[in-house]
């Protein structure tokens, strides 16, 4: 169980935006979720992270809404989710934030 690790300061769940969230992907959310209200929010803090955000075609900023939606559904206290993406050719979006979320965590 998470609540069992005194050094743990935040959980990572990444999430690839073609595939979406599934009903697995929302009960493990939820129990993250569940362990974090049961710490106060003192143990562990919880972000999403939803990849391949490039890979999304028409419709692919509704996707990203829809996931967002059923992440905050499944954890409320999930902060907001960093959308990523890392195409071959263009623009690389996302990286840096995951960066300065893991440093803004870690006191860095």
Known sequence: MIRQHSRLRRVYTLFSAPHGLRSTDEAMLAELDSQLQQSGGTKFTLQAIITKADQLEN????????????????????????ITACPPKGLKFGMELVRKSIADCCGL
Do not use: H, N, Y
């Not at 419709?59 to 960093?82: H, N, W, Y």
């Open 59 to 82: 419709g692919g900023r509704e996707r990203v809404d829809q996931m967002k939606s059923a992440i905050f559904r499944a954890a409320p206290t999930c902060l907001p989710p960093i």
